[in-house]
Every structure is written in structure tokens, then in C-alpha cells.
């Protein structure tokens, strides 16, 4: 009997399917059957059932045609309707990647209250819906105002075809909450989840984000530069890291879902806790997997479990597409882009964009491994890999990376404080034979048009009532300060006080500002652009009170004439400079840098006495007040405390083994010594302010005293409190005798730095917003 070479119009036996979807068909009757099953919903349910009995898509996509089916295929209308299908779900414009809302009269609305001004759509509780952004899998996304705090924010509301959905509504709820509990700088904030009583759909409250998407960036500008690659994959990267810690898993990280917030194109990741609840439904709706084969992960796409891994190939994909204008896999069917993600090796991007630096070039063809062991193992390690090229290339900027752990999760309050991280999935499997019905995301983004789809895997947990969820930052509250020093440009890292009047802070912009704190007036303005440029991490006043010494992003160390506000003395370090710090007897100082490395100097003659090593960057140092030991902070989570008394007295002194405190989880971004130098404190990533015997390391008191990172710690000059500031916005104070909290403030953004003042009851932080508020602990 001929083979039949045109469309099968009979159905096929099932061991026919069979043989088809373990791929011992000959081409033609292949073809000829998949332009039957196109057709066929009766066959369609077979193969369903097939498919779903544990089929490998590895060996279906090697089966599937190489080339562009003819045009008169019904394999065209087949993936038509799947595309069709998701667009009414996700409301994708036709090429899946836009940006385009949804208009307002094909969307039902009437769970809003009528407007109470003119111009707006109505109320939805407190909020002034002004627009509507677009519609995701999960509900709709709403533009509103919010009068309360005088803010516009983005809401994100079920779908009210699903109201009645249960296993949704839960999902929607939980997926949520743990999206607010992670807060980072480059991910988009989740203020509040809540339900509408009116109504009774969820919903949630988000940033609104002012910028344009990676994906629109890369459309205007075709490529980006070496820099601007390497800086959104520091970012992104530390973004993730702290999604990943919080145990969320992005698995659609794509140009769509990468936001460039203005003017300094920070990026920020969207759609963290929902599109898990979308695909759930999804599922159950179609039997179709959602997601972006230009960007999956083979092991997603095989429809295998996926741990945090399958998010880095992902940023590879999106890393490679930015510096040459082109996705690694493209190819002109979705099941051809998949066999390519599963089977071919990408181009080097040193071969299509020769302006890229070997070690980046080298960095995303690791996170295109084909095998996740083979990858980068952690989001932390990728942004420290592309934090020390940045610093190679001197374009560094700040970086905020969470050490991401395996056994806990630092959380929300409101949630358990070591829940442990179950990093699993559902292994859904995808039903080739629908070709296209993996193609693009599954929502529009949350932000005005920007698109995106997210499935984050959490610790499963079992369903909970619909419980209000505070913003992750409130308006502010706490003792008001007795002045805020604002407008200054940018946010400040580095931040000494000169004495009790002046107040010298290092800026992101590379300006120093001294102010008269008490008259809330700019004294004198210190411009880096004279002498070196890029953020300032720190500040250091010289022990005679001569000299302000400034650590930089661009390598170089500072040295301030405080007279005559002139530079006496700059000289370059190997990498960006994070800290430095004069000795007490001011004849040395000391510097710690990106590339691991303490190193101490004879300042004067500019000449390096002694080289100390950390694994990872050196975030602070700090002298004891004789000057005998050197304590040291790195993003390898240990204190080193090191003897270096002989240091400069006798030529080439070995330095001993230091003394190592361990007992932070993730890196350590603070120390500093009590008055007397008995005392030694560190802070964290892990949130904890820690206070340790100087001389035997024995670890005296463990204050859990943010939920977030502990930026920066200090003791008061009277020796009498503690402070310390954090990336939850508080600034607090303790008695260091008892541990009790004295004082506490929350800000509306992350603290970066705290001081106190020479009279030891002034109190100074600066932070995110560019701002410095003072407080009289006095009173």
C-alpha cells in the first residue's frame, strides 16, 4: 500500500498517533497526520492523552518539521487558534510582544464604583481608576491614584470571570503576598493585597514604574553597548538573587517583563507572585503551557521540573538579545525556536558584536549551558561576576545583592521567620502537536503597557483567607527629625560629621556635600568630576580634622583640603574602592575594593604597606581606637579582625591568620567599634546587628533589627547606643547594656548610612531618596 503523502481525513489508529508522537513516522506521514490532528478535535483529545501519559517533547520536537510548514497546512489554523486562545487570555497584540492596553469597551468593568471626579473610570476602595493598562491572565491591570499618599500606583485586579474560581482566588492571594514580602531595589514593590468589599475580587497594589521596557529599548536602539549590557545583567541578576532567597522563581524572564525606570535606567522586574495562579488556570482552561520559547530554559521546555537555574538561562537569553539585537534562538516556528533552545549551542557574541569584552562574552554563554549543573549556580554569583567587570571597565554602579541560601529565606514579618525554601514545580508538559500554543507570554505587563509574565514557585502552603497585607513601605512614622536635609541629587551612601555643626555626605552623583545641618544650609559643594568621578561609597574624616577622604566608584581615593576645598591628593586603586578609613594615628589608611583585597598604605608617600584578602568585595573597615587591629567586612558573610599593630614599623611584618566571625548568613556590609574598643558590631544581609567581644570574637548580643538588608551599624560616642539603618526604610537605636530599642523611624525608601555626632546624642541617616534627617536623641 503507497504511503500517503496528503492530508489523512480519516482518523487514525491510536498506535499510528503513537508512533507518530515517538517520532518513527516517515516525514511525509508525519506531516500528513499533523495537518489531520490540526483539524481534529476528536484526535486532538488523543493525543492530549498521549502526551500526557509521559511522551519526552525533546524527541517530539525532533520529529516536528525543519522548515516552515506550507501555507496551506492546517497546521497554521491549529496554532491560529491556540494564538487566538491566548490572546483573549493575556491580551497580546498580534506579535505576542507589545505593548499595546486594552481598550477600554472590550473589558468588563462594572465591578468599579462610579467616579467621583470627572476624568477618571471610578473607584475601586480608596483609588481613582484613571485607565486601564492591559489585561494579564489573572485579571486586569488598572492605572489609579491613590489621594491617601498622594501617589499614582498600579492595581492589578482578578478577573471577574474567575471571581468564582476558588483554586484561583487563593492562588492569586498567596502568589501575591509572597511577591510583597520580597523587596529589592530591582524588583517592582508590591504595596498592599486586599479585597474589594463591594465586588469581592482581589487585588493588589503596586509601583508604578516611569521608564520604557528592555523589550521597547532594544526595538528604538536595535542593540545596546558592552556597558549597558553588562550593568542590566548586575541588576538583574541582583534582583533575582533576592527573589530567588525569598524562594520565588521568575521562569518568563524576558525583555517584556525588564523595566528601565527613569532617568538612571534601573531596572526593575515585574510580575513576581501571579502568573504561577494564571498558568494553573490556564491548565485546566486549554491544556496549553504558558511561557516564552525565545526564552526558556530547555528543562522548561522539556516540561521537567525547574529550580531558580532555569531563571539564569532565561537572563542569558534576554543578556544575548540586548548586545546583538537578535534572540539566540530564533527560528520561524515556535517548535523550531524550541528545538533550537533544547539542542543547538549558541553563536559567541564575541563573533556578532566584537565591541563585547571577552569576560562578558564568557559569562552568557554559561548561562546558556544547555545543563543547569553547568551553569552559574546562584543570581548572586552572576551579579558579583558582572559587578567586577563593571569595575574593570570603571562604569560600576551601586549593588545590592542578597547571598541567596539553600535552607532559609529571609522574609516578611508577617510571614514565618525560617520557612524553608521548597524549591519545586509542577512539571507540566506541552502538547506539541498544537505547535504555536507556547508561543509568547501569558499577560500584559502590570505596568501602563509594559508586558510580561511571571511563575514563581514558592514553598507550597496550604489555602489562607484573604488577609489584608500592609504596604511594604508606609508613609513615614517615627520621631520626627529635627531637620531633613534634601535636594541633593541623589542618594547618598557616604556620610561624616566634621564636628557638631558640619555634615559632610557622599553622593551617587559623585558630589560631596557639606552642610551647616543646624541652619539647614549648603556650605560648600566638593565636585569628583575635578578629580576622579563616579559614587562616592564612603566618607572619612582625617584624625587632625584636616583632611576628608572620599572612596570611589572609578577606583580612586580622595584626599579633601577641608581649608581650601581643594584636592591635595588622589590616587587610583586597582578596582572601585567600596571603603576606606584613616588609622587613628592618621599616618595610614586603609582600603577595600571589589577584587577581595584590604589593602594598607602609607597615604603620604602613596606606597601600599600590606595586602589582606576577602573572598568577594570589601564592603567596611574599621580601626580599633590604638590602631592595633583592622576588622573587615565582606560579601563572603565573615568579620575578619586582623592584628596590625607591626604594620609599618617593621619592614614586610607577616600579618597572623585573622580572627573570623561567622555567624551572619549572606554578606556583611558593616563594622565599626564601641568607643573604648572592647566592643566590635556588625550588620547584614540577613538583617541582623550583631555585637561581638573585640578581643575573643565571642558573640555577645544577636538583634534581629531589620526585615531586609542592615546597611549600616554605629555606636555612639558616649558608648551608651547602638544604631543601625536598613533597606526596610527604619533607622533604629539601642541600649547596648540591655538590648532594648530606644528609637525606631521608617522611611519611605532604603537607608543606606547612619552616624551619630561627636556630642553622641545627634543622629544622622541618608539614604535612597537623596535625603538626610537628623534627630536629637536627647529628646
Not at 52 to 72: H, M
Not at 122 to 133: E, H, N, P, T
Not at 476 to 501: A, C, H, I, K, Y
Not at 666 to 686: C, F, I, M, R
Amino acid at each position: 500500500m503507497p504511503i500517503n503523502t496528503t492530508t489523512t481525513t480519516e482518523c487514525p489508529p491510536l498506535n499510528e498517533l503513537e508512533r507518530l508522537m515517538r517520532g518513527r513516522c516517515t516525514d511525509a506521514r508525519a506531516s500528513a497526520l499533523c495537518d489531520h490532528v490540526g483539524a481534529c478535535a476528536a484526535c486532538q483529545k488523543r493525543l492530549d492523552a498521549l502526551t500526557g501519559s509521559g511522551s519526552d517533547l525533546t524527541d517530539n520536537l525532533r520529529e516536528a518539521e525543519k522548515d516552515t510548514p506550507p501555507s496551506d497546512s492546517s497546521y497554521w489554523r491549529a496554532l491560529a487558534n491556540a494564538e487566538d486562545e491566548l490572546r483573549r487570555t493575556a491580551a497580546f497584540p498580534d506579535n505576542g510582544l507589545g505593548n499595546t492596553p486594552v481598550p477600554q469597551d472590550e473589558l468588563d468593568l462594572d465591578f468599579l464604583q462610579p467616579p467621583e471626579k470627572s476624568g477618571r473610570l471610578g473607584k475601586l476602595a480608596q483609588f481613582d481608576v484613571i485607565r486601564v493598562v492591559g489585561r494579564g491572565g489573572m485579571g486586569v491591570v488598572l492605572h489609579a491614584y491613590d489621594p491617601s499618599l498622594d501617589r499614582d500606583v498600579a492595581i492589578k485586579v482578578i478577573d471577574p470571570q474567575l471571581a468564582n474560581n476558588e483554586v484561583a482566588r487563593q492562588r492569586f492571594c498567596r502568589e501575591a503576598r509572597a511577591a510583597a514580602a520580597v523587596t529589592h531595589d530591582n524588583l517592582v514593590a508590591v504595596h498592599q493585597v486586599n479585597e474589594d468589599e463591594p465586588s469581592g475580587l482581589p487585588y493588589l497594589v503596586m509601583q508604578l514604574v516611569n521608564g520604557e521596557s528592555l523589550e521597547q529599548r532594544i526595538r528604538r536602539a536595535g542593540k545596546l553597548t558592552a556597558g549597558e549590557v553588562a550593568r542590566l545583567g548586575m541588576q538583574a541578576a541582583a534582583g533575582l538573587a533576592a527573589a530567588h532567597a525569598g524562594g520565588l522563581i521568575h521562569r518568563d524572564i524576558k525583555p517584556a517583563n525588564m523595566l528601565l525606570e527613569s532617568p538612571v535606567d534601573r531596572v526593575k522586574l515585574t510580575d513576581f507572585g501571579l502568573a504561577r495562579a494564571a498558568e494553573d488556570v490556564k491548565l485546566t482552561r486549554t491544556g496549553f503551557v504558558a511561557g516564552s520559547p525565545l526564552y526558556m530554559a530547555p528543562e522548561q521546555a522539556r516540561g521537567d521540573e525547574v529550580d531558580a537555574r532555569a531563571d539564569l538561562f532565561s537572563l542569558g537569553t534576554v543578556l544575548y538579545e540586548a548586545a546583538t539585537g537578535t534572540a539566540p534562538f530564533d527560528a520561524k516556528t515556535p517548535l523550531a525556536v524550541l528545538r533550537r533552545v533544547s539542542d543547538e549551542t549558541q553563536m559567541p557574541l564575541m563573533r556578532i558584536n566584537r565591541s563585547i569584552p571577552k569576560w562578558l562574552s564568557d559569562a552568557v554563554d554559561k548561562l546558556l549551558q544547555k545543563e543547569p549543573g553547568d551553569r552559574f549556580q546562584t543570581a548572586s554569583e552572576v551579579a558579583e561576576v558582572f559587578a567586577s567587570g563593571l569595575a574593570e571597565m570603571h562604569l560600576l554602579s551601586p549593588l545590592d545583592v542578597p547571598a541567596e541560601v539553600c535552607a532559609g529565606s529571609r522574609t516578611s514579618s508577617t510571614r514565618a521567620a525560617r520557612q524553608p525554601i521548597c524549591w519545586k514545580s509542577v512539571g507540566y508538559r506541552a502538547k506539541p502537536w498544537v505547535g504555536g500554543a507556547i508561543l509568547g507570554g501569558l499577560t500584559v505587563g502590570l505596568l501602563w503597557g509594559f508586558s510580561g509574565k511571571s511563575a514563581p514557585v514558592v514553598a507550597e502552603q496550604p489555602p489562607s483567607p484573604i488577609v489584608p497585607v500592609a504596604s511594604v513601605m508606609p508613609v513615614e512614622s517615627g520621631p520626627e527629625p529635627r531637620v531633613v536635609l534634601n535636594g541633593n541629587g541623589g542618594p547618598v551612601w557616604g556620610l561624616t560629621f566634621l564636628d557638631n555643626e558640619r555634615l559632610a555626605m557622599g553622593l551617587e552623583s559623585g558630589v560631596v556635600k557639606i552642610w551647616d545641618w543646624q541652619k539647614s544650609t549648603v556650605r560648600n559643594t566638593l565636585d569628583q568630576k575635578e578629580s576622579n568621578g563616579g559614587n562616592i561609597w564612603s566618607t572619612s574624616l582625617s584624625p587632625d580634622g584636616k583632611y576628608l577622604m572620599t572612596a570611589s566608584d572609578d577606583s580612586a581615593v580622595t584626599f579633601w583640603n577641608l581649608r581650601t576645598l581643594s584636592v591635595e591628593l588622589s590616587f587610583p586603586e586597582s578596582v572601585s574602592t567600596k571603603t576606606a578609613v584613616f588609622s587613628p594615628d592618621g599616618r595610614h589608611l586603609a582600603t577595600g575594593n571589589r577584587n577581595s583585597k584590604v589593602r594598607i598604605w602609607d597615604w603620604a608617600g602613596q606606597v601600599p604597606l600590606v595586602e589582606l584578602r576577602h573572598r568577594g568585595t570589601v564592603h567596611s573597615l574599621t580601626y580599633n581606637p590604638d590602631g592595633s587591629r583592622l576588622a573587615s567586612a565582606g560579601s563572603d558573610g565573615k568579620v575578619r579582625v586582623w592584628d596590625v599593630k607591626d604594620v609599618g614599623v617593621t619592614r614586610d611584618a607577616p600579618i597572623k591568620s585573622p580572627l573570623e566571625l561567622t555567624e551572619h548568613r549572606g554578606a556583611v556590609y558593616s563594622v565599626a567599634y564601641n568607643p573604648d574598643g572592647s566592643k566590635l558590631a556588625s550588620s547584614g544581609w540577613d538583617g541582623y546587628v550583631r555585637i561581638w567581644d573585640a578581643t575573643t570574637g565571642t558573640q555577645l548580643q544577636s538583634i534581629r533589627g531589620h526585615d531586609g538588608d542592615a546597611w549600616s551599624v554605629a555606636f555612639s560616642n558616649c558608648g551608651k547606643w547602638i544604631a543601625s539603618a536598613g533597606s526596610d526604610g527604619y533607622v533604629k537605636v539601642w541600649e547596648i547594656e540591655t538590648g532594648k530599642e530606644v528609637f525606631a523611624y521608617r522611611g519611605s525608601r532604603p537607608f543606606h548610612v547612619v552616624r551619630f555626632a561627636p556630642d553622641g546624642t545627634t543622629l544622622a541617616a541618608g539614604g535612597r531618596d537623596g535625603t538626610v534627617r537628623v534627630w536629637d536623641l536627647k529628646k
